[in-house]
Every structure is written in structure tokens, then in C-alpha cells.
């Protein structure tokens, strides 16, 4: 009899429920519960009551009860594991959804809440098993292509998420969701026009989508189509005068075009509506800067930095670009001073492998100090150095800075400019040192210590020096080894070990790991282990790899990033397939994919680009492995580097005939003109090397390139001409 009477209060408790009348719902149900307090429906349906009013706890409470009164209750593990979920309670909502599909493998709703937890914990590939087997449940379920297709889009499969993106569509064409995920996947492959077309479709459904117009704004900036990209952040703001991004842009569109109180205006107005953000005051210091109102301009600044600290250096990376948009209306005016000054004696030391010591890994004047010789400390103000300070305070040029002024030259972006801007935080340094170039007693705070020339691979522009996988080839070609094949900076490594640990313990902010081969070398494990055991994760990690491997001996260098929040590892990766394994002797490209696809699965987070060594071999293919990169999801388009090969010089793009020089001009201008953001670094970079190789006529080192070339071939069983033909010509003319 009482559990009749308790049937028909939950029959009635679910009515109300249903009607919205949910007072006399919870009622009804509290009467169930009188007659029979172990009825698992009617603690189902209270659960779903509190669950509708955002009740969570309550609702939680009552899942559980049920459960604990007849465990098979599917429905109760499902609502279980999705009110976990949004407690952040991952495990427990793992656990409950899996004991719901458990129960009940069909229940696609519960799948898919277990795909979108998988995502949130980041196991994409847990989470693409889930959508996918919705899909194979009902092949009509947009959402789970949607899903999919964002999941193989963070992946870096882009290919298979534009197709499931565009299956989304095809269910349902006004899912902004996918249409957002397509429009991120189309700009990160710098397929703009594609990505402006998925805008456009979007404001033709709905004029006033103002996110649409945001996006589609920025997308025409970056295509230098400045006064249409106003429309749209003004289009935007019409829609939502609050929108904070939208006026912040508009601000650094009329930065660009010098219209300083247009800029103000816009970053007031972020200002007031994000006064927690740093962008507003930057964006303020340089309009102020620009209208020459020096104290608002510090004022601006000052309020940047209590934000973040780091705002110095995004403010010395804005005037630098404000700095490069008036250089191409010719219009440049920089002290001297400014022209040579350069942070990395401050603050950096470099060691190579035969111990001496300089100021970056470029400088091309003699060693400043050797590090067998000196601590440290010492080393910070060797003779050499406290010169080359002064010089740089006086702004007198510096021979062995060659490189850096010749870049600037020819529109590359110097290291001497890229690291001002990184490391912007240390420019007080400077006002500390004394005239003629002493510096008190301040740590180094980048190293780029090379260990030894430890290499795995035989690359055609390296030598022994660099790679001790060389030697053996320069002996057989008669060339100079220095000492054995393995170099090494010490003597005495407990020696230098001493000396360092105290450097990083504290002081240091980044070490480049470069080769040799870092990731094959004992003592780069060595400084990682200290590290992770300091907890000292905030030490930046910057590598500069040959990418063949990243296991060594029982380590797993992905295991190890995972320890540190800022790891960024530049790949030397010359071309694709046959190409890069014949530029690099001992790559196996299959290699090389496989260890970016696991990155891009163990590691989302790690930074990623590519350095490529720009020499006569690749100049003509290297947009075409941009390209592919990109569109493969393996690199952001704007993560290339190029570096000219200038050593030997046979190698240089210089060397080129005149024909192949042409084809390689109208390969980089199509480049420019099809895939790349006409204001972006890659950019200017291929106009660089195209300015760069156009320079100079070194076409008379041709026959000794192809002598160099047939007999490394010989060597090494390969045919250069087989694997570029392009260059089989310059073959033939010097027979
Ligand atoms: S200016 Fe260039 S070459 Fe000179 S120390 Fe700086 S980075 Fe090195």
C-alpha cells in the first residue's frame, strides 16, 4: 500500500516537474519519500529536480542515494558523472560515465559527456574513441562531428578535422560551434580566404554576430587589408560597445596608421572596460609615445607593468613593429646607439665546444675569455668583454657583430633585435655598468653551453667541429679533424658542474640546449634532472635539435618537459623526405614525422617550430615544405625561421645561376602571395632571402660546389642531382 501511495506522489512529483511547477514537484516527491524513503525512482527524480534548479550538491546527493539503493541505475551514474564533471571532479565523473555505459553501451549521451571530459583532461585520443563511436552509433550526429573535428584540429590532424568539421555543417549549418572550430583551423593553416569565407556565410546568416565580424576583421588585418578591418571591429563594436578586444584592436589599426588620437580613444575605452589587462596601457603608452607626451606615456607604462611585468618587453615588440610598417614608407630615424646596442653582453654566456668563450653564437670576432681558464664570474668581465660593452654603451660599431648588421641590412630580423625585445626586463643592466664595460657582480641569467659536438647525423653545410659524426667523412675527403671526433668545452666536468649549480639554483631563466645533438648528450639529462629535483620549473628551455630522436640511453625527453612550464624546441629541418634526409646524412624522415605526432600528442603545450638552414640544396623547395608543415598541423605558419648558410660558402643561395635564381624569386613571391600573412614574420623573412641571394653574384664558386658535391656523393652512395633535379643543370655546365 505505501509503496502504491509512493508511486503515484513520484507519478505526480514528475507532472509538476515537467510543467515547471517545481515546488509542488519537490513536494509531491518529499511526500513519496515519507511512504517509502527506499524508492531509488523517487530519489532519481528529486536528483533531476535539483539538477534543473542548478542544485548541484542536492542533486549530486540524490543521484548517489539512488545509486546506493539499486546500483544498476544507469541514468543516475550518467547524471552522476556529468554534475562531477562540472565540479572539476574528473576522476569521479570518469568513473561514474563509464559505470553508466557499462550499463548501457548504447547511450550516446552519455558518450559524448565521457568525449568531452577525455578532452577537457586532454586524452585526445580517448576522447576521438568516444566521438567516434557515437558517429558509428548514428552517423547523423552532428555534434559528434564537431567534436571530432575540434579534437583533430588541437591534434594537429587538420586534414581529417576539416572533414568532420564540414560534416558538422552539413547537419547543421548554423553550428557556430564548428563554424568557429573551421574558421581557427582555416586561419592556423594561413588559409585565409577560406576562413574569411566561413566569416562571411556566418554574417549572412546572421548580420549581427559580432564575434563574426570580430574574427573577420582580424583576418583582414593580417592580409594588410587595414581600412576593411576597421569596418569590421567598428561593426563589431556597433554590436557590443563593450566588447573590449574589438576596441583594443580597432586602437592598434589606427597605431599602424599613425592616427595616435584615434588610437587613444579606442584604448580608453579598453582600458575602462579591461582595466585588469595589460594590452590597454601598452597600447596607451604608444600612442602617447607617439604624440611625444612622455609622462602619460610612463604613466600608461607603469600601470602595463603592475599587470605584468613582462609589458617592458611587449612595448619595446610594438614600437619595433610600429618601428618596421613606417621603415617600408621610409621613414626610419634611430640613434646610433640604438643601432648597435645589444643586450646579450649583459646577460648571456655562450661557451662552444673548444671551451673559449663569446658573447652569442654568431659573433664573428676572436674568442673573449676560455672557460678552462676562468670561473665564471670571471668570465663576466674578461677584458673582452668590458670592450665590448663599452663600444656598444657608446654606440660605436662592433666588428665581430658583422652578422647581426648585415641581417638588419637585408630586412631580416637580427638576433641582436630579437633578443632586445625578449629580454627588455634586463635593460636596467646597462645603467649598472660601469664606463669602461664592468659589470657588478650580476649571474648570467641565458646560457647556451655546448657540451661537446656529440652528433647522430652528417648534415652536407656542418663539419667535424660541429658534428662528430663528421670526422670520418672529412678524413676520407682529406679535410682537417681537429683533435679526435669528440669536443668538449672541459677538461674537468666536476670542475665545471661545481660552477654551475649555484647558476641554477637561481639566476638563470633559460638554457639553450644546442649540439651537436643535445638530446643524445648526458649532460643536458644531467641539468634537467637538477632541475626537476630543485622543482626549479621555471627555467625556460629552448633547444635547437636535429629532431632525430627523443630517447637517449633511459631518458624520454618528453617525460622531462612535462616538468617545466616554458619548453621551446626549434627543429633543423632542411626539407621533406628525400630532400631533408639527403641534406642531413642519417635523418630518417619517417622518424622525424613519427616524434612531431607524438609531441603533438604527449606535449600539446611545447612549443614547436623549425629552423631551416637556407642553402643552395633547399632555396627552391622550401616553400613547398612551409606549406606542407602547416597544412599538416606540425607547425603554426608563422614558426619558420630561415638561416642563411653563409659557411661554406659553396653552399650559399649566392651561388645559384641566374636562371634558378629566378625560379626561386617567382617561387617565394607566389608563396607570399598565396599562403602567407602579408604582415608576418615568414613573410618578410622570404623577402629577406630573396634580397639576400639576389645580392650578390657568386656563380663562379659553382665548380667547386659540384667538385664538393660529387665527391661527398661518392662517398655516401647518393646522387645529388637525383634528388634535385633543378640543380642537375649546374652539373652539366661545368662538364
Ligand atoms: S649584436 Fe648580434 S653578434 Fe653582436 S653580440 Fe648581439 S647578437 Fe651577437
Redesign the pocket.
Known sequence: MTSQKAEAYLQLGRSCRLQGRLSEAETALRQALECDPQNGGVRFELGALYLGQNRFIEAAAEFERAIAIDPHMKGAHGQLGRIYRGQGRSSEAEAALNKALELDPQDGGVRFELGVLYECQGKFLQAAVEFEKIIAMDPNHGGAYRQLGRICRRQGRSSEAEAALNKALEFDAQDGGARFELCVLYESQSKFLKAAAELEKTIAIDPNHGWAHFQLGRIYRRQGRLSEAATEFERAIAIDPHDAEAHLCLGQLHLRLGQWAGAEAEFQRAASLSPDKEGAYIGLWAAYRGQERTVEAGAALAKAMAITPMSAMACTELWDRLDRDRAIGGDVKEPPRER?F?L??WMHLHVRMDGLVR??C???GPPLADIRASSLDELCNSAGMKA?RSDMMSGRP?A?????YEDERFGFR???QK?NIEWAHHRGRERLTAPDGTLPRLPAVFLDLRFSNACNLRCRTCDSTQSSAWAADARALSMRVGGGPIQKPYDDWDRLWRQLQPLLEEGIEEIHFVGGEPLIMEEHYRILDFLIARKRKDVRLHYSTNFSTLRFQDWDVIGLWSHFRNVHVVASLDGSGRRGEYIRKGLRWEAVVANREEMLRRCPDVVFSIAVALSIFNALHLPDFHREWVEKGFIHCDALALNRVLTPEIYRTQVLSAGLKQQVLESYQRHRESFLDADGIPARDFAAAARFMAAEDRSGLLPEFVAMTRRLDRLRGEDCREVFPELAALFEATE
Request: charged share 15%; net charge positive.
Open positions: 648597435v645589444c646579450l653582453p658573447p652569442c654568431i659573433w664573428r665590448l662592433v665581430g657583430c658583422g652578422q647581426c637580427s638576433m641582436r633578443k
